[in-house]
């Protein structure tokens, strides 16, 4: 709210919000994921229903398509892109 209230035009243009560990997944893998044990504690899911919560992200300014896919912790996430395995190589 910090960032929609003092800096407008940096929020309008936010496509997608993620925590860290999903920036780098989103860097190998180009999915924008996010695991539901991290995501419980962004206060956006709903943790009983294991989804985003769509009132509390009306609630911020955001919305679904502000947001990753959800997987749980043990669940594949993605696979590395054929640059980030050469990288790694």
Same mark, same amino acid.
């Given at each position: 709210?910090?960032?929609?209230?003092?800096?407008?035009?940096?929020?309008?243009?936010?496509?997608?919000?993620?925590?860290?560990?999903?920036?780098?997944?989103?860097?190998?893998?180009?999915?924008?994921?996010?695991? /539901?044990?991290? &995501?419980? %504690?962004?206060?956006?899911? $709903?943790?009983? #229903?294991?989804?985003?919560?769509? !009132? /509390?992200?009306? &609630?911020? %300014?955001?919305?679904?398509? $502000?947001?990753? #896919?959800?997987?749980?912790?043990? !669940?594949?996430?993605?696979?590395?892109?054929?640059?980030?395995?050469?990288?790694?190589?």
């Amino acid at each position: 709210m910090w960032i929609a209230q003092h800096e407008p035009a940096l929020f309008a243009r936010t496509a997608t919000v993620l925590l860290p560990k999903d920036f780098l997944r989103l860097k190998l893998t180009g999915e924008r994921v996010s695991d /539901m044990s991290d &995501a419980s %504690g962004t206060g956006w899911l $709903n943790v009983a #229903r294991r989804d985003w919560s769509d !009132a /509390m992200l009306a &609630a911020t %300014g955001l919305s679904r398509a $502000n947001m990753p #896919r959800l997987v749980e912790g043990n !669940a594949q996430s993605g696979q590395l892109t054929a640059q980030a395995a050469q990288l790694l190589a």
